[in-house]
């Protein structure tokens, strides 16, 4: 089949016009014109003294800074702590009582411009009540191999629920284990807390708790607890909190492969 493209033609040369003087321009390797007449360059000329001295000068900046303090960190076997607005890991909150501050309304994974979070929400049930109100979080990743750490995430958040720890040591041995679960990012249980779910404070809405009323769980919830999980840990006289803030699956990988990798780092 005949070529169908039309030829492309060359622009024409520009020629100059009749009269007019063009400079030529200097070839590669060539040295620019000179300064056009009547030029005064700023620039003092050195002395004899500043010429001899002239190709060791810069090596001043390389002697005044070897007897300066050393600035580097000998990360990881010093580990430096970040600045306290260090955008690091997320965590979940709590309220005093324990409950969970999370309602499950996805405004973070909506505000995530690396759609690096998944939220399900389900509804609190009085056998199951995990947060104050309707609803709690039943499902909640972050994706670490997305996460940008903008903090987006926890300016969206309603309820002061997610906001983001000073942790940067995350590394996981596998792909999957980078994507932390809601049992790797909630909160450790304090003094006061009972472990959710158990009832609201007696007498109190969702606002109460948004506001700061409730400040520790009451008797009642303890005997509801007692009542419903009498082995559990966070109870007067239980196994205590330590036996309580088990760190997840994957938290507990990760933090085991960030202790290898230090470990090795450290050799
Ligand atoms: S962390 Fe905050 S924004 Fe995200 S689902 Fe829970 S309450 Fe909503």
Redesign the pocket.
Known sequence: MADQRKPVRKPAAQTPAKGKAVAPRPRTGEVAAPEPEGYTSLIEPRGAVSDFLAPVGGFGVTLSNMFRPTVTEQYPSEKVPAKPRYHGRHQ?NRYADGLE?????????WACPADAIY?EGADNTPDNQRSPGERY?SVYQINYLRCIFCGL?IE????R??TMTNEYELAGPTRAGMIWEKEDLLAPLRSGMLQAPHPMVEGTTDTDYYRGEVTSSTPAQVAWVQEHRPEDPTLPGGAGLDAANVPGPTAAVMAATVAAATKQGTR
């Open positions: 979940l501050k999370c309602i499950g309304c996805e405004l973070c994974a939220v979080g995430c969206a958040c309603p309820t629920a997610l």
